[in-house]
């Protein structure tokens, strides 16, 4: 059973940083794509960030600058580095990952979320 298992989310002052990990456990098949999503209240799910197994990155343009991500694709895990937080960054938190199987079957996976509020 695959599982996304995230770390890191909390409490952080405007103009702080967080980083968020998250570690995909239960696959051996190619995970192709990891990355964030974030859901604030009243809002629709959006990319924060993803990388591919390749190594290339897709990061929206509101988020350059100020986000970066990594993957491990040895440990299976995806890190997203959070720098200049403001109170829109406050949101739910969710790890993604596209897994391929042999059949070239794709499924898509989600963490539980995690709460990242920036407040003072």
């Known amino acids: 059973q695959v599982q996304l298992l995230e770390y890191g989310g909390g409490l952080v002052q405007p103009g702080g940083s967080l980083r968020l990990s998250c570690a995909v456990s239960?696959?051996?098949?190619?995970?192709?794509?990891m990355g964030w999503y974030r859901q604030a209240p009243g809002k629709e799910r959006e990319l924060v960030a993803a990388q591919m197994k390749s190594g290339a990155r897709n990061i929206p343009e509101s988020m350059r600058g100020r986000f970066a991500i990594s993957r491990d694709n040895a440990r299976n895990t995806v890190d997203l580095q959070m720098n200049g937080l403001t109170a829109e960054d406050t949101a739910v938190y969710y790890c993604?990952?596209?897994?391929?199987?042999?059949?070239?079957?794709?499924?898509?996976?989600w963490g539980q979320g995690t709460q990242v509020t920036v407040s003072s």
């Open positions: 239960g696959s051996s098949d190619e995970i192709y794509v």
């Open positions: 993604h990952a596209k897994i391929i199987d042999a059949m070239t079957s794709v499924y898509e996976y």
